[in-house]
Structures are given as C-alpha cells and as structure tokens.
T-cell receptor, first 116, second 114 residues
Framework: NAGVTQTPKFQVLKTGQSMTLQCAQD?????MYWYRQDPGMGLRLIYY???????DKGEVPNGYNVSRLNKREFSLRLESAAPSQTSVYFC???????????????FGSGTRLTVV | AQSVTQLDSHVSVSEGTPVLLRCNYS??????LFWYVQHPNKGLQLLLK??????LVKGINGFEAEFKKSETSFHLTKPSAHMSDAAEYFC????????????FGTGTRLLVSP
C-alpha cells in the first residue's frame, strides 16, 4: 500500500546514545514533517521540510536534527539522547505545504522511543 | 495563531449509544478543520475534514461533524457507538493561508463498553 513508512517501530536507547529515525513516502509528496506525541499534549511539530532541499524548525526542535535526503526520505536524528526525548515519533507528508489545509497529512505508524 | 481545545480528555459510552466529542477552535483566518483517529499502537488516520464547503461533514465509519462559526466549534458525533470506535481522537486546525501548519488538540480518548 502507498503511504508513509517509518523505521524502526520500537527502540530503546541509553542516555547519550545517538540514533536516526527513518521515514520514506511513496506518494510523490513535496512536504514532510516530524512530530512527537506525548500524553496529554497532542502532537507537536519538531521539524518540517516544505520541499526537497529545505528544512525548518517547528515548535520543539531542540535536541534534534533532520535531513531531507531526497524527495522520498526525511530522517530525524538524535545526537545525544535524553530521557525527555522518550516519546512516540510520527512522520507525515503532504502534497504541498500550501495545500495542507485542503488535504491534511498522511501519517506513518510511528516509532516508539524510550531513553533510559 | 490558531489553536484547538478538546474539552474532554476521556469520554465513556456504551455500545449502541450516541457519541459526542467536543472541539473548539481559534483562528485569525478562515480555518480548515480535521478529525483524526488513532487506534492503539497505530498511526493517525483522517476521519473527516472541513475546508469551507458544506458545514456538515460526513466521514468514515458513520462519523460526522458540524462546523459552527458562531460558536467556533467542530464537534464530532456518531449516532451509535461500536466497540471498534474505541480510540483516541484528535481535532486539528489549519489556517488556509501562508504556512498551513496543522495544529493538534490534546486528544480525547473514547472508551466503549459492552
């Protein structure tokens, strides 16, 4: 099925370790997003990429970096993981950032990350 | 800036009874509004959307929502709950100008008992 694929689905890290969360979409969408979901806080935007070659900070970018590798792939990196980064991470995509209000986003199934 | 408030963190209903999940929004411009559903350990699925056409919007699985500008509300309803409706529901707003960022509410967990 076409959609957004995230890997891995689950990960446990020790404080200070690094890792990269992978995201790929096969819908030829231009815009991609990384969110984190925490209990009682809904989804908060970490970084987004309006188009290939561009990235911008969202609401909660501290402690994260991103790479828009090509049109399909948008990765999220934690350089030195902290317990506060324990969360569920969702990648999403939309055809165009300027059309998001018409169509919404398509979401991946999430990565559940625990930092101990 | 836009925002949404989901008035209930948890809603409990019995199977076969009506569902009402409440959402109020704030927006400087004409908004688009969405409801997403998240089943346990799954991603988010679009349930329905309002994008300035008909104010009563029908979605999947028998859900519908009505956009009421005078009340700044976009409540989600379903006439008869099914066990499979148990999930978390997110109300989402986006302004139809500039950076059309989706802003999420904090979620309402719907519990359905037999």
């Amino acid at each position: 099925n076409a959609g957004v694929t995230q890997t891995p689905k689950f990960q446990v890290l020790k404080t200070g370790q690094s890792m990269t969360l992978q995201c790929a979409q096969d819908m030829n969408h231009n815009s991609m997003y990384w969110y984190r979901q925490d209990p009682g806080m809904g989804l908060r935007l970490i970084y987004y990429s309006a188009s290939e070659g561009t990235t911008d900070k969202g609401e909660v970018p501290n402690g994260y970096n991103v790479s828009r590798l090509n049109k399909r792939e948008f990765s999220l990196r934690l350089e030195s993981a902290a317990p506060s980064q324990t969360s569920v991470y969702f990648c999403a995509s939309s055809e165009e950032l300027s059309q998001s209000a018409n169509y919404g986003y398509t979401f991946g199934s999430g990565t559940r990350l625990t930092v101990v | 800036a836009q925002s949404v408030t989901q008035l209930d963190s948890h809603v409990s209903v019995s199977e076969g009874t009506p569902v009402l999940l409440r959402c109020n929004y704030s927006s400087s411009y004409s908004p688009s509004l969405f409801w997403y559903v998240q089943h346990p350990n799954k991603g988010l699925q679009l349930l329905l959307k309002y994008t300035s056409a008909a104010t009563l919007v029908k979605g999947i699985n028998g859900f519908e929502a009505e956009f009421k500008k005078s009340e700044t509300s976009f409540h989600l309803t379903k006439p008869s709950a099914h066990m499979s409706d148990a999930a978390e529901y997110f109300c989402v707003v986006s302004e139809r100008t500039g950076f059309q960022k989706l802003v999420f509410g904090t979620g309402t967990r719907l519990l359905v008992s037999p």
